[in-house]
């Protein structure tokens, strides 16, 4: 049975992957292999979502880290930190 989710990008996110899509995954990722999952795909997505970006995640609007499981339904929110001045 697979799992389908929101996704959402913010901010300079936004600008290169665009505000949103649905995906379908396999059920039991966490955010951290949706994350691989995203940047195998290359492209625009591999070099936004890279390792060595510093980005939060949110899941379901709860800021949330990496090892959290993705459930059915979920909305993920992908965004660079922000700093206020």
């Given at each position: 049975m697979a799992t389908t989710i929101?996704?959402?990008?913010?901010?300079s996110l936004r600008e290169a992957l665009g505000?949103?899509?649905t995906l379908t995954l396999t059920?039991?990722?966490t955010l951290g292999e949706l994350r691989d999952q995203l940047i195998a795909r290359g492209g625009r997505h591999a070099q936004a979502l890279a390792r060595g970006r510093a980005l939060r995640c949110a899941l379901n609007?709860?800021?949330?880290?990496?090892?959290a499981p993705v459930p059915d339904g979920a909305e993920v929110a992908f965004f660079p930190p922000?700093?206020?001045g």
């Open positions: 929101t996704l959402r990008y913010f901010a505000p949103s899509e059920p039991g990722l609007q709860v800021m949330a880290d990496e090892t922000v700093t206020g």
